[in-house]
């Protein structure tokens, strides 16, 4: 079953989750961005011609609607406010599609690659990249396959992959963002010590998100008590449950930090874990020694491994942990409830601290 691209990657969603388009009233715009606040300038557009893909010194790869909308908002908008209703936007002007290559064996639903962007950060040229391959559709040969040709046509020496993931660590409030250099492939019906570990040495420690003054760009949550009370009314008046916020929130875990959290773990053995099926860290603790929990980079960070290529991985927590009393089904859905509704923001953060993470300190 594919996830719709609005979805975190993820995240496995049933039609009726599909279907499921709760509302908040706190929906203020993502702000233009004062890039001097960190001695820095706006990400330039770079215009290429040609039918291939251009070379790259990187390629930052996104995946979701509302990770694409913070993407664009970031590298190529950061001028113009950008509003809430755009978190859906399935297209953006200066974008291109790109099929070329695609395997010969045809996948229903599957006709291009992904969508492209060039960009120069810190004087560096970046390949923006928001995939239409996934893990969990069209599946693993594909997205393998997608990520050698990216290497192949790009010739990055760095791929750093971001967007939305589900909370692992009890702590780790709606927004955080944890940036890590290993990923981890969960094998179902193996033990958790044996599932595969890819990693490399490339550390973000040297760049901007070193540097004071980032935690002026970023962008608070805008939970309110309010908004997190009508998602559990609305919640229950979807799917006729009667739950209260206390049970499916024990922890006040989807209440957004005042200061967004941003843990830089890169360069070291800290690993964040690819799902290719549905799992979720709980307030019992399952999977609390991964960073978060996403449906894609394991699989980017062996190819990139293999080819002696740089990778990292930069991912926001939109939906954290879930009560470990409530059923994988409930905990799934309230936990795309919570996505829907704030996806868009903690993505804001994590596009920010992705560029952070590309530009050399000053």
């Known amino acids: 079953m594919s996830v719709p691209p609005y979805r975190p990657a993820r995240l496995f969603v049933t039609e009726k989750q599909k279907r499921f388009e709760p509302v908040i009233s706190s929906t203020p715009e993502l702000p233009v961005i004062d890039w001097s606040a960190v001695g820095q300038v706006a990400p330039t557009l770079v215009t290429s011609s040609g039918s291939g893909l251009p070379a790259a010194d990187a390629v930052v790869i996104t995946w979701a609607e509302a990770e694409w909308a913070a993407m664009q908002h970031v590298f190529c908008a950061s001028g113009t406010a950008m509003p809430y209703s755009d978190r859906n936007s399935g297209s953006w002007g200066g974008w291109t599609k790109y099929a070329v290559g695609m395997p010969s064996t045809a996948v229903s639903g599957w006709s291009y690659w992904g969508e492209w962007r060039l960009v120069e950060v810190g004087g560096k ?7 239409n391959t996934h893990l969990d559709f069209p599946g693993e040969t594909q997205l393998t396959a997608m990520m050698k040709m990216l ?30 250099s290993a990923g981890t492939l969960y094998e179902k019906g193996k033990a958790q010590g044996s599932w595969p570990m890819y990693a490399n040495g490339w550390s973000a420690k040297e760049t901007v998100l070193h540097k004071a003054g980032l935690g002026s760009l970023l962008f608070p949550v805008p939970t309110t008590e309010s908004d997190l009370q009508g998602l559990v009314t609305q919640f229950n008046s979807y799917y006729g449950t009667k739950y209260s916020i206390f049970d499916l929130d024990p922890d006040g875990l989807n209440a957004g930090d005042t200061q967004p959290k941003v843990v830089d ?45 740089a990778f990292g991985f930069v991912r926001n927590v939109s939906d954290p942990v879930q009560s470990a009393a409530l059923s994988a089904e409930v905990q799934g859905s309230w936990g795309s409830a919570v996505y829907d509704a ?21």
């Open 342 to 362: 704030y996806g868009f923001y903690t993505s804001f953060n994590g596009a920010l601290a992705a560029w952070a993470s590309l530009v050399a300190a000053g």
């Open 265 to 309: 773990a890169t360069g070291g053995a800290v690993s964040l874990l690819t799902t290719p099926t549905f799992v979720v860290g709980t307030t019992a603790g399952t999977y609390a020694t991964y960073a978060c929990i996403e449906m894609d980079d394991a699989v980017l960070g062996d190819v990139c491994k293999a080819a002696g290529v």
């Open 125 to 131: 040229r970046v390949l923006l990249w928001k995939s």
């Open 151 to 180: 290497i192949k046509e790009v010739k990055p020496g760095l791929v750093v992959s971001i967007g939305t993931a589900g909370g692992a660590m009890v702590g780790d409030h709606v927004g955080t963002v944890r940036a890590v």
